[in-house]
T-cell receptor, first 117, second 113 residues
Framework: GAGVSQSPSNKVTEKGKDVELRCDPI?????LYWYRQSLGQGLEFLIY????????KSGLPSDRFSAERTGGSVSTLTIQRTQQEDSAVYLC???????????????FGPGTRLTVT | QKEVEQDPGPLSVPEGAIVSLNCTYS??????FMWYRQYSRKGPELLMY????GNKEDGRFTAQVDKSSKYISLFIRDSQPSDSATYLC?????????????FGKGTTLSVSS
């Protein structure tokens, strides 16, 4: 079946503008994660959704960042008043927590490459 | 000390070489260890995962965990140009659902033909 999809694949925006990044998880996956991958920083966790609620928002770097998930499926990450330090690849992952056993593989999308000029 | 440390490389080897990629981690209680492969402009894909200490083999790839040293390794035998990618070690600390993975910064590998 289809994997995790993200749009747009690339986004160039001017400093101070708002941007919305979209993630479509694998159908049936109840958990959804957002990560950020910056040059030299590796992948950093931003937020985790279980269904439509976000029990862990601890990685959001500032109140300019917000995310929502609707219908237990699509998620949108919004960055308000973008800054140059927001330039990074934003990755979405999903997993299925109905599996027996302790391990829950996270499947990643291709990412959105955000450039703030 | 960062929770996971990984040498970013780059690492360049000729085709057919044995490659060793390594990470160290800070918390001896961590339980689940993964290796992801990321090709340029793509998302990470899971290569292998292991639980606790020991080795796990899958084709040309072997993942090794030494919990006493807090050291994880990925070995690639008979490396191929198609193995050229960034390799990320990752930890699911307690093996629980809904847990953010902790990633190393990734090692960039280039295999020349």
């Amino acid at each position: 079946g289809a994997g995790v999809s993200q749009s747009p694949s690339n986004k160039v925006t001017e400093k101070g503008k708002d941007v919305e990044l979209r993630c479509d998880p694998i159908s049936g996956h109840t958990a959804l994660y957002w990560y950020r991958q910056s040059l030299g920083q590796g992948l950093e966790f931003l937020i985790y959704f279980q269904g439509n609620s976000a029990p862990d928002k601890s990685g959001l770097p500032s109140d300019r960042f917000s995310a929502e998930r609707t219908g237990g499926s699509v998620s949108t990450l919004t960055i308000q008043r973008t800054q140059q330090e927001d330039s990074a690849v934003y990755l979405c992952a999903s997993s299925y927590h109905g599996l027996a056993g302790p391990y829950y593989e996270q499947y990643f999308g291709p990412g959105t490459r955000l450039t703030v000029t | 000390q960062k929770e996971v440390e990984q040498d970013p490389g780059p690492l360049s080897v000729p085709e057919g070489a044995i490659v060793s990629l390594n990470c160290t981690y800070s918390n001896s209680a961590f339980q689940y260890f993964m290796w992801y492969r990321q090709y340029s402009r793509k998302g990470p894909e899971l290569l292998m995962y292991t639980y606790s200490s020991g080795n796990k083999e899958d084709g040309r790839f072997t993942a090794q965990v030494d919990k006493s040293s807090k050291y994880i390794s990925l070995f690639i035998r008979d490396s191929q140009p198609s193995d050229s990618a960034t390799y990320l070690c990752a930890i699911n600390p307690w093996g629980q659902a809904g847990t953010a993975l902790i990633f190393g910064k990734g090692t960039t590998l280039s295999v020349s033909s």
